[in-house]
């Protein structure tokens, strides 16, 4: 695989994770402040989004190939490891706040107690994912922008 099929698919892969965690937060403001049934009726509209959770590794990899194909340019590739570790620190955040508040609500169907609490948890968790996966996004492109082919590079 040539370095710019790498790059074009660490830009392409990382700019559609961030379509789900630009949805969360733009319906953030809109869902925050519903009331109990209207906001467990309205989480429903996430049902089967749980295959664009694969976007999120799938763009840790292809940032981290594509560290490695440029690591001999310090710029681009420290550009590309941080891209890779957002992404890391997005499952982490995943798997300390958001997972766990799918599952104390059985994903949004069963109502417990401090439902209002996890609401809080899910939707700040989706709120700074969002945030993070921009950030991937702009260090993956920065990362492409400044690498400079040389002579022992198929740029095909």
Not at 110 to 115: D, G, L, Q, R, S
Request: aromatic share 14%; with cysteine; glycine share 2%.
């Amino acid at each position: 695989m040539t370095i710019r099929s790498v790059q074009f698919l660490a830009i392409i892969i990382s700019a559609l994770a961030l379509i789900p965690s630009g949805a969360h937060l733009a319906a953030l403001p809109n869902k925050i402040a519903l009331a109990r049934a209207e906001y467990f009726s309205i989480q429903g509209i996430y049902d089967g989004w749980a295959f664009l959770g694969t976007l999120w590794p799938a763009a840790m990899i292809a940032n981290a190939v594509l560290a490695f194909m440029v690591r001999s340019q310090r710029r681009p590739f420290w550009f590309a490891v941080l891209a890779a570790l957002c992404f890391v620190a997005m499952l982490a955040i995943f798997l300390l706040w958001t997972l766990p508040a799918n599952q104390a609500t059985e994903n949004w169907t069963t109502a417990p107690e401090n439902w209002q609490v996890l609401r809080l948890q899910w939707e700040y968790s989706h709120a700074v994912n969002a945030l993070i996966v921009f950030v991937a996004l702009c260090l993956s492109s920065l990362s492409v922008v400044s690498w400079r082919p040389d002579a022992s590079w198929d740029v095909r």
